[in-house]
């Protein structure tokens, strides 16, 4: 059974950084796609980063993100990292982890309903 478990979310001046993690358990997908979707309240569900677990480790992050937040895989210990820096009151949502199952050779994308595996999230708040 697939686990994925969102921690390191928490509340952080505009400007500041912050690290959330997620710890993925019972997934052994050879190439697969992971990555990090936020919801706001009131507002839809959005995706923010995701990466490539094999071949070549591409990255595709959200236009509102690009240059700000760095996402990434440590296989060996099965966790997915989002490195948030220069944060903005708009990045205020609950931050999910999502995968995919197994993936082809094609680049991952950020379409939500390629993700199947979904974790309970963690809350982020950037003040002003």
């Known amino acids: 059974q697939v686990q994925l478990r969102e921690s390191g979310g928490g509340s952080v001046q505009a400007g500041g950084s912050l690290r959330v993690s997620c710890a993925a358990s019972?997934?052994?997908?050879?190439?697969?796609?992971m990555g990090w979707f936020r919801q706001a309240p009131g507002r839809e569900r959005e995706a923010v980063a995701t990466?490539?677990?094999?071949?070549?480790?591409?990255?595709v992050y959200a236009d509102s993100v690009k240059g700000r937040f760095t996402i990434s895989r440590d296989n060996s210990k099965n966790t997915l990292t989002l490195q948030m820096n220069d944060l903005k009151p708009e990045d205020t949502a609950m931050y999910y982890c999502?995968?995919?199952?197994?993936?082809?050779?094609?680049?991952?994308?950020?379409?939500?309903?390629?993700?199947?595996?979904w974790g309970q999230g963690t809350q982020v708040t950037v003040s002003s």
């Open positions: 999502a995968a995919t199952g197994g993936w082809g050779v094609s680049d991952c994308t950020l379409f939500q309903l390629h993700y199947v595996f």
């Open positions: 019972g997934y052994h997908y050879t190439t697969s796609c």
């Open positions: 990466i490539k677990n094999g071949g070549d480790r591409g990255t």
